[in-house]
């Protein structure tokens, strides 16, 4: 079982960066794979981007590649999402989620977060 939190949205102006924690509980954090996903209005959720277990394995989105970068503490049971570059089209609520064996596809992960909100600015 894994409780997640996530903190650090906002409002930011375009070309501005933020950067997004998810804190999590339970003792078996470190066999998860961590992902976050973004929902915009009127739109289905999209994947962002997933990183392993151990860190080594990273994707992203293609619309986010060279923008964001994905990264986990394993020892603090927190994984981060570091944003630059921000566009409008990136204005969405973020969630973090967590899957055993996870990838882009959200009906992989089993474990969500309550999301938080990401506004850019043009």
């Known amino acids: 079982q894994v409780q997640l939190v996530e903190s650090g949205g906002g409002l930011v102006q375009a070309g501005g960066s933020l950067r997004l924690s998810c804190a999590a509980s339970g003792r078996t954090f470190g066999s998860y794979v961590m992902g976050w996903f973004r929902q915009a209005p009127g739109k289905e959720r999209e994947f962002v981007a997933y990183i392993s277990w151990s860190g080594g394995i990273t994707r992203y989105a293609d619309s986010v590649k060279g923008r964001f970068t994905i990264s986990r503490n394993n020892a603090a049971n927190t994984v981060s999402l570091q944003m630059n570059s921000l566009k409008p089209e990136d204005t969405a609520v973020y969630y973090c989620?967590?899957?055993?064996?996870?990838?882009?596809?959200?009906?992989?992960?089993?474990?969500w977060g309550q999301g938080t909100q990401v506004t850019v600015s043009s």
């Open positions: 989620a967590a899957a055993g064996a996870g990838g882009s596809n959200p009906n992989q992960y089993g474990y």
